[in-house]
């Protein structure tokens, strides 16, 4: 099901990753992947930035960039936006 956001959130949990199995994300490590819980009360899982500001209920909001994986532009978060 589809649904509308004005692309702000807070974080729910998050993980850092640092080691991948796939070549496609080898340049980007480490990198940190969150789920986030979108005001309108959805939630998401994507990538955030800064990794190290990343924290348990800090704000966020949405961004859009190329998968390195697909090259299809996926949703990505920042942190403190």
């Known amino acids: 099901m589809w649904d509308t956001s004005r692309g702000r959130g ?3 949990t998050w993980t850092l990753i ?3 199995g796939d070549p496609a994300f080898v340049a ?3 990198f940190a ?3 986030v819980e979108m005001d309108e009360g959805f939630m998401i899982l994507a990538g955030i930035d800064p990794p190290d500001q990343v924290d348990i209920s800090r704000r966020c909001r949405t ?3 190329r998968s ?3 090259g299809r532009t ?6 403190g936006q």
């Open 10 to 12: 807070t974080i729910r």
């Open 18 to 20: 640092e080691r991948s």
């Open 28 to 30: 980007m490590l480490p």
């Open 33 to 35: 992947v969150a789920i």
């Open 63 to 65: 961004t859009f960039r």
């Open 68 to 70: 390195p994986a697909t």
């Open 74 to 79: 996926v949703p990505h978060f920042l942190v």
